[in-house]
């Protein structure tokens, strides 16, 4: 009986094995022995892997693994870990019969009898190459959305605002600072990555947003953990349930700095271009105040002067304030001038061998009369060797004259001013210290600009239009210096430091002579000039010069053209011609030319006299055969040292 009931279930377990392995069409089943031979096959096997039963049966289960797998000892390696754990799980591509793959999640499970002995293992494999596939897809999506938020410099998150929680995607987290092992979970978390001082802004834009219903729209600042600080644009939508009540938000941020930095440069140069506009009209406001101050005294006196009875003492001193006046607009233009040439980069440097000494005493010479005017002290401290240096005279004369201008514009009277010069280094240094009204701190960094000046005050009794230390700095730097200003305060005096390089200081100057020789002698001069040609289309300015040479004693011809001087010429035979550059038709370039080509005129001295005195306009005369360029307006004392008497 015990007998009939072990058969009868064997039976029974047998047909239960059958249904089992028929009713699992989506499954391939595959029983091995324990070596790995296949000794029975059942479920959709032939539907998975393309094999018939005949086709697998006896064969080695490596038939399905790819040759990849195979190499690699996959097969033994999946019996040994099911007979060491009691099953295997596994995923990957399984070889079918054409060739082609089938990527398959199986298992693999030891098969033993009633005493624990091993007879075999199991297989199941189930088809999921469709979702393996879309998998797949998705995660390629995820990478190429990944890439183009951190092309985009974008990145997104979500907040489930029930359950309050929080999801970053990398790309944000990136763009927010966050360490690479930081948690955000809850909103909270979020706000506390953005900059302490814009907290509480972002907290408010997304309270507005749950509670009104709105987009969200913020920008704030994050901390890289390199420090540096970046701006970020989130945007984002609530979405609510049926009852209006708010489920989650989702949104994006995006990267600003870089507009943030552009609005900010562009912010700060239009405070830059409103000062500087604003300065320029104070300059121009100055620049109509200095040209009318000289021209009230002269046209005042020259009312005076038409009225007769006058001592000779008075009008000496008439005189004198007009002569006064014209050297300071003379001044005025000459710097408004080389501000412009030096801005356009029209200035070149023509370098010459000079003692210190000389230059200092040029510029002393220059402001001595305003310095006795005012009742200063001028204290001068010069090395007692001779310092040579090799640089353009001129213009290094104008910079030590113009801090010197400077300083007595801005001393009081009594006060003191310093000339000092030594060796620094391998250079020179050169201080002007004064003990006038000082410098305001917030003047200070600005003091040699355009169009800068210390005391804007209606009634300053020194006049200037600001442009002097200007120069000074541009004409420096030409020379390869540098050149600051110094001062405590208002009050407390200023001192103003220029530096020439080791490139300017040269050694003596004993071959002076020999040099001297070796130059090209200038034309040679008549020697007594009697007759002087004037040739200008201004009436006026010819009249003038003609009453101011008769008044010397010259006999004077005056031409309006260059044809009328060149018609005129060879009947007057001049000694000296005064010719302007600017005449209509013929300019005097031309003219000069046309002179020098005529019989008799090849000793005349030519001299133009013009108001073009750029260095340009300077070789151009030389090369049409001037003798000397002279800068309208032009004083007695300048005709009476060049034309011989």
């Known amino acids: 009986m015990d007998q009939e009931n072990s058969a009868e279930q064997d039976r029974w377990h047998a047909e239960l094995y059958r249904l089992l392995v028929e009713n699992t069409k989506d499954y391939a089943i595959l029983i091995t022995d324990p070596e790995g031979n296949i000794i029975a096959v059942g479920g959709g096997a032939p539907e998975v892997l393309r094999y018939t039963e005949e ?14 797998d195979v190499g690699a000892g996959v097969p ?4 040994r870990a099911a007979l060491a754990t009691g099953r295997s799980s596994d995923e990957r591509w399984q070889l079918r019969k054409d060739g082609s793959r089938v990527w398959c999640s199986g298992v693999t499970t030891p098969l033993k009898d009633e005493q624990g002995n091993l007879r075999g293992f199991a297989k199941v494999m189930r088809d999921a190459t469709e979702q393996h596939l879309a998998d797949l897809a998705l995660r390629e999506s995820e990478q190429r959305l990944r890439v183009a938020l951190d092309a985009a410099e974008m990145g997104t998150w979500l907040w489930r605002v029930a359950e309050d929680r929080e999801a970053l995607d990398p790309s ?12 955000i979970r809850t909103f909270e978390d979020f706000v506390q990555l953005a900059h302490p001082e814009d907290q509480a802004r972002v907290r408010a834009a997304f309270d507005s947003a749950l509670r009104e219903g709105t987009e969200l729209t913020v920008e704030f600042r994050v901390i890289w953990p390199d420090g540096s600080v970046h ?3 989130d945007q984002g939508k609530v979405f609510r349930d049926a009852l209006g009540a708010p489920v989650s938000m989702t949104g994006a941020c995006v990267d600003i700095t870089e ?9 700060e140069r239009a405070l830059q271009l409103a ?3 604003r300065r320029k009209d104070e300059f121009l406001a100055m620049l109509g105040h200095e040209l009318r101050n000289p021209l009230a005294p002269i046209r005042s006196l020259m009312e005076v002067l038409r009225r007769k009875g006058f001592d000779a003492e008075r009008v000496e001193k008439a005189f004198a304030i007009i002569d006064r006046q014209i050297e300071h607009l003379v001044r005025l233009v000459d710097d408004l001038l080389d501000v412009s040439r030096i801005t356009r980069g029209k200035i070149e440097l023509h370098k010459e061998r000079v003692d210190l000494a000389t230059i200092v005493n040029q510029a002393v010479e220059t402001v001595r009369h305003l310095v006795e005017a005012r009742g200063l002290e001028l204290m001068i401290s010069l090395p007692m060797k001779l310092l040579w240096l090799e640089v353009d005279a001129t213009r290094i004369t104008q910079v030590v004259t113009n801090l010197l201008h ?4 801005f001393t009081e009277p009594r006060g003191g001013i310093w000339l000092m010069a030594e060796r620094k280094g391998e250079g020179l240094e050169l201080r002007v210290k004064d003990t006038g009204q000082g410098i305001a701190p917030d003047l200070l960094p600005r003091v040699f600009d355009v169009f800068t000046q210390g005391d804007r005050s209606a009634d300053r009794s020194q006049g200037g239009l600001g442009l002097g230390l200007t120069l000074v700095r541009r004409l420096i730097e030409m020379h390869g210096g540098t050149v600051r200003a110094l001062s405590d305060g208002p009050g407390k005096g200023s001192e103003f430091i220029v530096q020439l390089p080791a490139a300017t200081l040269v050694a003596g100057d004993e071959g002076a002579e020999e040099r001297a020789a070796e130059l090209p002698q200038a034309r040679s001069r008549p020697p007594r000039a009697t007759r002087i040609l004037v040739v200008d289309d201004n009436p006026d300015v010819a009249e003038s010069v003609r009453m101011l040479l008769e008044a010397m004693g010259y006999n004077v011809f005056v031409a309006r053209s260059g044809p009328a001087a060149l018609e005129a010429a060879p009947g007057f035979r001049p000694d000296v011609v005064l010719l302007d550059i600017g005449l209509p038709g013929m300019d005097g370039y031309e003219v000069a030319r046309r002179l020098r080509g005529q019989a008799g005129l090849e000793r005349a001295l030519l001299v133009a006299l013009t108001g073009y005195g750029q260095e340009e306009d300077r070789r151009r005369s030389r090369a049409a055969g001037f003798d000397h360029h002279l800068v309208k307006p032009v004083s007695r004392a300048t005709l009476q040292a060049l034309i011989p008497a």
């Open 55 to 68: 086709e697998l049966v006896g064969n080695p289960l490596a038939q399905i693994y790819t040759h990849e």
């Open 76 to 79: 033994a390696e999946e019996m």
């Open 172 to 183: 944000l987290l990136r763009l927010m600072g966050a360490e690479p092992d930081r948690s």
């Open 231 to 233: 701006w970020l644009r």
């Open 259 to 267: 507009r943030k930095q552009l609005e900010e440069a562009l912010q």
């Open 275 to 277: 000062e500087a506009d």
């Open 406 to 409: 400077n300083a007595i514009k």
